[in-house]
């Protein structure tokens, strides 16, 4: 029996709040435990083979999308401040994957595969955003570990935690009961 079958979900939810929050449970559990045991493991299991960086690329082009009404390389590289010629290397293997449609020096749009994707990533980016903000997790370490959380997360602790928020979220009393518990 793992650690994770043996902690039980609601403890894997305690053991994930005190890892942000103080920083020490993890290091004690060390290689024991990585967030639900997701170590080694490619990031997260998303279709066509979809790799943390092609995350955050299509997370970045559907921001762009729905801010400007369109996406342009130059427009993706300043956003991840990297170089257009990384962006265009990206959004043609996007392409190639169909995610997306790109026509070199014009703009490009997200196929119906691409927008369900990049949604599904804003979403779990959003999840874990409120997630961490109803612990009262300060607001400049919340990109940093949502950023570092988000790629590696399985389904099955992300719906741990999606529960977890909607009672916090219902329950003002149980959040100021875990905040206050924190300091």
Do not use: W
Not at 124 to 137: C, D, N, P, Q, Y
Not at 158 to 176: E, F, G, K, M
């Amino acid at each position: 029996m793992g650690l994770k079958e043996s902690l039980g979900k609601a403890n894997l939810l305690i053991i994930i709040y005190y890892s942000v929050k103080r920083q020490s449970l993890v290091d004690c559990c060390g290689d024991a435990f990585m967030f639900a045991g997701m170590r080694n493991k490619k990031a997260s299991q998303s279709p066509a083979s979809s790799s943390t960086a092609a995350e955050d690329y299509l997370e970045r082009i559907l921001e762009l999308i729905n801010s400007k009404g369109y996406a342009r390389v130059i427009d993706i590289a300043a956003a991840l401040k990297i170089s257009q010629a990384s962006v265009t290397n990206m959004v043609q293997r996007l392409d190639a994957e169909g995610l997306l449609k790109y026509e070199k020096y014009r703009g490009l749009i997200l196929t119906a595969a691409g927008k369900k994707l990049a949604r599904r990533i804003t979403q779990r980016h959003k999840l874990l955003t409120e997630f961490l903000r109803l612990l009262g997790v300060d607001d400049r370490v919340i990109h940093h570990d949502v950023e570092g959380m988000e790629h590696h997360i399985s389904p099955a602790t992300l719906r741990a935690i999606a529960a977890v928020t909607r009672q916090l979220q219902r329950r003002p009393a149980l959040r100021a009961q875990l905040q206050a518990s924190a300091v």
